[in-house]
């Protein structure tokens, strides 16, 4: 039982474009969303958060943007940078803090020059 | 500020070997979780303390896993004994417990049981 899942294993992007990675959770209680960046032999990295309260949160290039009706949220990534290469995964939590983080599958973002 | 610190980095081991992993959380953060990490999935819950508690430990296996925290900071994780299906990557990470935070990962400890 996935209760958060990330539908696109991989996504390519050409550098200085924008960059949409989805998430979908199935888990109504679900009320804090975070993601994260992981390199290879690296741990995940966090990189942006949203709480239920909000529909958008906003931090440089990263926007992480949540739709509670449909349960989906999106992370847009503008402008894409080669460095950005990396999988992205997408967690949520039921308790409004890092308690218990359930995590998607990830998305493998490759931006091209 | 120095980050979450976990050894070793590799390990290999044949299977029914034990193995035992560390980790040293950031300084201040009461939370410390032990996470593992199959090829190709995302990162799964294996135990969760608060301070010396395991609060919650249902995702671990215990006749085979344990883990334990003494005096609230640093924390070990052990398999005894370990089988193939054991390999995987296994990440620590840890967070101040408040609202709306975000947990901090170390870089983990790839484990290869052959």
């Known amino acids: 039982d996935q209760q958060v899942k990330q539908n696109s294993p991989s996504l390519s992007v050409q550098e200085g474009r924008i960059s949409i990675l989805n998430c979908d959770y199935t888990n109504s209680m679900f009320d804090y969303f975070l993601w994260y960046k992981k390199y290879p032999a690296e741990g995940p990295t966090f990189l942006i958060s949203?709480?239920?309260?909000?529909d958008k949160n906003e931090d440089g290039r990263f926007t992480v943007f949540l739709n509670k009706s449909a349960k989906h949220l999106s992370l847009h990534i503008v402008p894409s940078q080669p460095g950005d290469s990396a999988v992205y995964f997408c967690a949520a939590s039921a308790t409004g803090t890092a308690s218990k983080l359930t995590f998607g599958t990830g998305t493998r973002l490759q931006v091209t020059l | 500020e120095a980050g979450v610190v976990q050894s070793p980095r590799y390990k290999i081991i044949e299977k029914k070997q034990p193995v035992a992993f560390w980790c040293n959380p950031i300084?201040?953060?009461?939370?410390l979780y032990w996470y593992l990490q199959n090829l190709g999935q995302g990162p799964e819950l294996l135990i969760r303390?608060?301070?010396?508690?395991?609060?919650?430990d249902s995702q671990l296996p215990k006749d085979r896993f344990s883990a334990e925290r003494l005096k609230g900071v640093d924390s070990t994780l052990k398999i005894q004994p370990a089988e193939l299906g054991d390999s995987a990557v296994y990440l620590c990470?840890?967070?101040?417990?408040?609202?709306?935070?975000?947990?901090?990962f170390g870089q983990g400890t790839r484990l290869t049981v052959v």
């Open positions: 949203i709480s239920s309260i909000k």
């Open positions: 300084s201040g953060h009461n939370t």
């Open positions: 990470a840890s967070s101040p417990g408040a609202m709306n935070t975000e947990a901090f």
């Open positions: 303390y608060e301070n010396e508690e395991a609060v919650d």
